[in-house]
């Protein structure tokens, strides 16, 4: 009698816990976030003046080149991972580390969006990111590790913002220079336009040209746009202009920079 018991002791346990997805039953840690390092710059061109393609196939701009600096006035740096494929994916942790800051955990946000901009930071500093995902069941995965450094940004002179240039042979950029500038190769004047829709952001490319600089050197540049093989032939209507600089990073082959603000520009 008491062994009848027992079974259905056992029986009554067994029916009550069948069906239940317990939160530990989950043991598998989510798909590895796949953080992009830099890829490269707006105006990169491959052999044959191929434009540099970015994460997504399209020619490469601010929004599908990795790791990087944003336009504008504050010091930020984006961020940018390959979309999260798992579908039980709770929340993302981002981290940050530098020579001069141990690591920390800067955010952390519900999974959904592939982007972060770090914002208010020093130039010349290198900074260390890598995220971390984790599943309602509380598993994780780590991404590997990318880098980037800012540089002092341009200042933009000419044209002004909403400015209106009525013949391209006139169109003439002119910009100064930031801080020392001892950590910059070159400034890379920008061109384009902004395709960006609700749903999708990009820029188009219409022309650029790199200016090398050196330490000693005028503090205030000029380019002409016709004179370095700017198209007369654009169709009319607004653009945007800014200024990067760069410097090449022998570690990672790639730049670091920053980015001026964008002044718009009217072309009738």
Not at 146 to 154: E, F, R, T
Not at 210 to 217: F, G
Request: hydrophobic letters at 35%.
């Amino acid at each position: 009698m008491k062994k009848i018991l027992l079974l259905l002791f056992i029986v009554i346990i067994l029916i009550g816990c069948a069906g239940t997805d317990s939160k530990n039953d989950d043991k598998i840690p989510p798909t590895k976030p796949n953080l992009y390092p830099h890829i490269g710059d707006m105006g990169d061109m491959e052999q044959q003046g191929i434009p540099l393609e970015g994460v997504n196939g399209n020619d490469i701009n601010d929004f599908n080149n990795g790791i990087d600096a944003v336009h504008g006035t504050q010091e930020n740096i984006r961020l940018q991972w390959e979309h999260l494929v798992d579908n039980d994916l709770d929340y993302v942790n981002i981290y940050r580390y530098s020579f001069y800051d141990s690591l920390s955990l800067i955010y952390q946000r519900i999974s959904g969006s592939d982007s972060f901009i770090d914002a208010s930071l020093i130039p010349f500093v290198e900074y260390h990111y890598f995220i971390e995902v984790f599943d309602f069941a509380g598993n994780s995965t780590l991404s590997d590790t990318v880098s980037y450094m800012l540089l002092d940004k341009a200042q933009l002179v000419s044209p002004i913002d909403g400015g209106t240039v009525n013949d391209l042979n006139d169109l003439v950029f002119q910009w100064g220079r930031a801080g020392s500038g001892e950590l910059i190769d070159l400034f890379r004047v920008i061109l384009y336009r902004d395709n960006s829709t609700d749903n999708y952001e990009e820029y188009e490319h219409v022309w650029s040209y790199d200016q090398y600089i050196y330490v000693n050197e005028n503090q205030d540049f000029e380019i002409s746009y016709r004179d370095f093989g700017g198209d007369v032939n654009i169709p009319n209507g607004q653009y945007l202009w800014r200024v990067d600089a760069l410097r090449y990073n022998d570690a990672n082959h790639t730049y670091f920079g920053s980015e001026s603000v964008e002044y718009k520009l009217y072309y009738y």
